[in-house]
C-alpha cells in the first residue's frame, strides 16, 4: 500500500529487530530492517521512511554517525534506542539531530506509542507547530525565524538547528513572555501525552541557548529559565 508507514528498525541484535518488527507490523506498518550503521545510511538515503528507529551503540558506523550523516540529506524523524546509562550519548544523538531517544531495556508497546506520537506530529505540523504560509515571519531584536523557509537568523547570520530545536524556538516564540512547562511542551513540540522523558526539553533548551550564544549572548537571554515553572521567550526593551 502507497500510503502504508515505512519504519526502518537499526539495531545489530536479531532478537530486538525480531521483536520491534512484530508489535510494529500489528500497527499495520510496514517494517524494514539493517544491522548497522552503514546499511541504515545507505537504505535511509535511498528510501523515504515515515520513521527511523536507530540503535545507537552499534560496531562499525554507530547510530550517532548514521544520523549525523542522514541529516546532512534528510529530516526523516529518528528515535535513538539507547542503553541504560549512556546519557552523554543521548545529548551527542541530540546534537546530531535525533528527534527522541528510548532507553533499553524498553517496553514495544512504549516504542510503538512513540512511533504514533512522532507520525501525529508529523501529520498535524501543517495544522499547527510549524504551520507556514507567505510571510510567515517572526522578527524580534537580534533574532529572526522565517517559518516557510525553516530558517533562523542571529543579528543577521544564520543558525543551524536541528528539527526538534527549530520547532522548540518556534513554538515558544509563538507567544513572546508566556510561560510553558516541561510537560506542556513535551506535548505540544513533541505530542507525546503519556510518554516522555522531560530532560529532553531541558536538554534542547541548552543546546539552543548554546548556539544562539555563539553568535549573541542577547539573542540566548531571550530563552528564559522561570524557576520551579518552565520556560518561556522573552523580547528585550529596546
Given at each position: 500500500?502507497?500510503?502504508?508507514?515505512?519504519?526502518?528498525?537499526?539495531?545489530?541484535?536479531?532478537?530486538?529487530?525480531?521483536l520491534?518488527?512484530m508489535?510494529?507490523?500489528?500497527?499495520n506498518?510496514?517494517?524494514?530492517?539493517?544491522?548497522?550503521?552503514?546499511?541504515?545510511?545507505?537504505?535511509?538515503?535511498?528510501?523515504?521512511?515515515?520513521?527511523?528507529?536507530?540503535d545507537?551503540?552499534?560496531?562499525g558506523?554507530?547510530?550517532i554517525?548514521?544520523?549525523?550523516?542522514?541529516?546532512?540529506?534528510?529530516?526523516?524523524?529518528?528515535?535513538?534506542?539507547?542503553?541504560?546509562g549512556?546519557?552523554?550519548?543521548?545529548?551527542?544523538?541530540?546534537?546530531?539531530?535525533?528527534?527522541?531517544?528510548?532507553?533499553?531495556?524498553?517496553?514495544?508497546?512504549?516504542?510503538?506509542?512513540?512511533?504514533?506520537?512522532?507520525?501525529r506530529?508529523?501529520?498535524?505540523?501543517?495544522?499547527?507547530?510549524?504551520?507556514?504560509?507567505?510571510?510567515?515571519?517572526?522578527?524580534?531584536?537580534?533574532i529572526?525565524?522565517?517559518?516557510?523557509?525553516?530558517?533562523v537568523?542571529?543579528?543577521g547570520?544564520?543558525?543551524?538547528?536541528?528539527?526538534?530545536?527549530?520547532?522548540l524556538?518556534?513554538?515558544?516564540?509563538?507567544?513572546p513572555?508566556?510561560?510553558?512547562d516541561?510537560?506542556?511542551?513535551?506535548?505540544?513540540?513533541?505530542?507525546?501525552?503519556?510518554?516522555?522523558?522531560?530532560?529532553?526539553?531541558?536538554?534542547?533548551?541548552?543546546?539552543?541557548?548554546?548556539?544562539?550564544?555563539e553568535?549573541?549572548?542577547?539573542?540566548?537571554k531571550?530563552?528564559?529559565?522561570?524557576?520551579?515553572?518552565?520556560?518561556?521567550?522573552?523580547?528585550?526593551?529596546?
Open positions: 500500500m502507497s500510503d502504508q508507514v515505512k519504519v526502518l528498525v537499526v539495531d545489530d541484535e536479531d532478537r530486538i529487530r525480531r520491534l518488527k508489535y510494529l507490523e500489528r500497527e506498518f510496514q517494517i524494514e530492517e539493517a544491522s548497522d550503521g552503514d546499511q541504515a545510511l545507505e537504505m535511509a538515503l535511498e528510501t523515504d521512511y515515515d520513521v527511523i528507529l536507530l545507537l551503540m552499534m560496531p558506523k554507530d547510530g554517525e548514521a544520523c549525523h550523516e542522514l541529516r546532512e540529506h534528510k529530516a526523516t524523524p529518528v528515535v535513538m534506542l539507547t542503553a541504560k549512556e546519557e552523554a550519548n543521548r545529548v551527542q544523538g541530540f546534537e546530531v539531530g535525533a528527534d527522541d531517544y528510548i532507553v533499553k531495556p524498553f517496553s514495544p508497546r512504549e516504542v510503538v506509542l512513540r512511533v504514533k506520537a512522532v507520525l506530529r508529523g501529520k498535524q505540523s501543517n495544522e499547527n507547530l510549524v504551520a507556514s504560509a507567505p510571510g510567515d515571519v517572526l522578527t524580534f531584536p537580534h529572526s525565524i522565517d517559518n516557510e523557509a525553516h530558517r537568523t542571529v543579528d547570520q544564520e543558525i543551524p538547528l536541528t528539527p526538534k530545536e527549530y520547532d524556538l518556534y513554538y515558544l516564540a509563538r507567544s513572555d508566556k510561560v510553558y516541561r510537560e506542556s511542551l513535551l506535548k505540544e513540540v513533541w505530542r507525546y501525552e503519556f510518554f516522555g522523558d522531560l530532560r529532553t526539553i531541558d536538554t534542547h533548551i541548552k543546546r539552543l541557548r548554546e548556539k544562539l550564544l553568535v549573541s549572548e542577547a539573542a540566548a531571550m530563552i528564559v529559565t522561570v524557576w520551579g515553572l518552565g520556560y518561556k521567550f522573552a523580547v528585550p526593551e529596546e
